[in-house]
């Protein structure tokens, strides 16, 4: 009976990896260049699959677990630190919202595709190690920590080129650009200083009263982190579903 089921289950991987599949049937599938049906799709897809999608190949989009994420700064930055995360997550994508879109079209040749999305808040949490200066203070410690990111608007863009597969042309992602502003950052470092806890505090203060400079300072080294993993999570719906299938006839 086990064992059954266990063939079952590696034939069922198998032939979805051998043969396209064909677009989900519970999720909304649009027009060519329908926009506002597409952003629909997307909004919904976020809200109701953030756990994965199997059809689609989704991997799981809330919480989002992310490996390692450097921030390395020069010494000539106002903000010269080495910060590390490691094994963290990334929670709050499930409450994205597309506000405008542009491409998804068809012709794949002609297809810049680009959605413009909020997300009231984004929250990093995990461990953490950071070395350096801020704004003229040594800081030094590792530990917990999370970084809030409030009223995300960020504007996702998707390079790639057509693939054939098998004779079925594919969308091949290659990148992800991501840029996005914030109406405010939020900070928490756990056991700064070795633990000390006064030290420690004020840091955090400091660093929240001073989160502008700080977020200008390292918002490019995010977007590439966040681009990376998104990369992964957008790749796996496109890489299985034939181009043409996307789309309602
Ligand atoms: C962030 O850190 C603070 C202090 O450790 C904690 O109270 C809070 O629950 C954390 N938030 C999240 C989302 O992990
Ligand atoms: C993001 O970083 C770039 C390069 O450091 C900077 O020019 C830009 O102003 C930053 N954006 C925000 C919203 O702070």
């Given at each position: 009976m086990t064992n059954s089921v266990i063939l079952l289950v590696t034939i069922f991987l198998f032939v979805n990896l051998v043969?396209?599949?064909?677009?989900?049937?519970?999720?909304?599938?649009?027009?060519?260049?329908?926009?506002s049906c597409l952003q629909q799709a997307i909004d919904e897809v976020v809200h109701n699959h953030f756990s994965g999608h199997r059809g689609l190949h989704l991997i799981p989009i809330d919480p989002l677990k992310i490996r390692s994420m450097l921030i390395a700064q020069n010494s000539e930055s106002p903000v010269s630190i080495t910060l590390k995360f490691t094994e963290f997550l990334l929670i709050g994508f499930k409450n994205m919202k597309v506000y405008s879109s542009s491409g998804f079209k068809?012709?794949?040749?002609?297809?810049?595709?680009?959605?413009d999305v909020k997300i009231p808040s984004l929250v990093l949490t995990g461990p953490y190690e950071i070395k350096g200066r801020v704004l003229v203070l040594p800081i030094t410690g590792h530990g917990q920590s999370n970084l809030t990111l409030e009223n995300v608007d960020a504007k996702i863009k998707l390079l790639g080129h057509p693939e054939t597969k098998d004779g079925e042309e594919y969308f091949h992602l290659t990148k992800v650009k991501l840029d996005f502003d914030i109406t405010r950052l939020r900070v928490n470092f756990e056991n700064l200083f070795n633990g000390d806890k006064a030290l420690g505090d004020n840091m955090n203060l400091f660093i929240n009263e001073n989160w502008k400079e700080i977020f200008a300072e390292i918002n490019q080294s995010i977007a590439e982190a966040i681009s990376e993993v998104l990369l992964i999570a957008i790749q796996g719906p496109f890489s299985a579903i034939p181009y043409r299938k996307l789309f309602l006839p």
């Open positions: 043969n396209c599949i064909d677009f989900p049937k519970d999720i909304p599938q649009c027009k060519n260049d329908d926009q068809k012709d794949i040749m002609n297809s810049n595709f680009e959605v």
